[in-house]
């Protein structure tokens, strides 16, 4: 079983910065592109940014020129750098890989817990 275990949410006042991060552990499994959602109350869980194996970044444009999404491939983890955070990026974030398990070369989709950010003065 491969489980996302996701770190560093919190209460930031407007401006300021946070990092997220995200771990993948479990057994014989690979990972292709990871990503960020979130889900601020009473909304649907939206798209935040992506990465592909190959470090390529695809970005929501409200977060485009503040977050920058990165991965190390050597730690499984996955990270969101969040800067001149705003109050309406207040959500719970979830991260998303898909991953395959190198016991069956089948695909799936796995989501972690979730963390809180919460941007207010």
């Known amino acids: 079983q491969v489980q996302l275990v996701e770190s560093g949410g919190g209460l930031v006042q407007p401006g300021g910065p946070l990092r997220l991060s995200c771990a993948a552990s479990?057994?014989?499994?690979?990972?292709?592109?990871m990503g960020w959602y979130r889900q601020a109350p009473g909304k649907q869980r939206d798209l935040v940014a992506t990465?592909?194996?190959?470090?390529?970044?695809n970005y929501v444009d409200s977060v485009k020129g503040r977050f920058t999404i990165s991965r190390d491939n050597a730690k499984n983890t996955v990270y969101l750098q969040m800067n001149s955070l705003k109050p309406e990026d207040t959500a719970v974030y979830y991260c998303?890989?898909?991953?395959?398990?190198?016991?069956?070369?089948?695909?799936?989709?796995?989501w972690g817990q979730g963390t809180q950010v919460t941007v207010s003065a």
């Open positions: 990465i592909t194996s190959g470090g390529s970044t």
């Open positions: 998303n890989a898909d991953i395959m398990k190198l016991t069956t070369r089948r695909n799936y989709v796995y």
């Open positions: 479990g057994r014989a499994f690979s990972i292709n592109a």
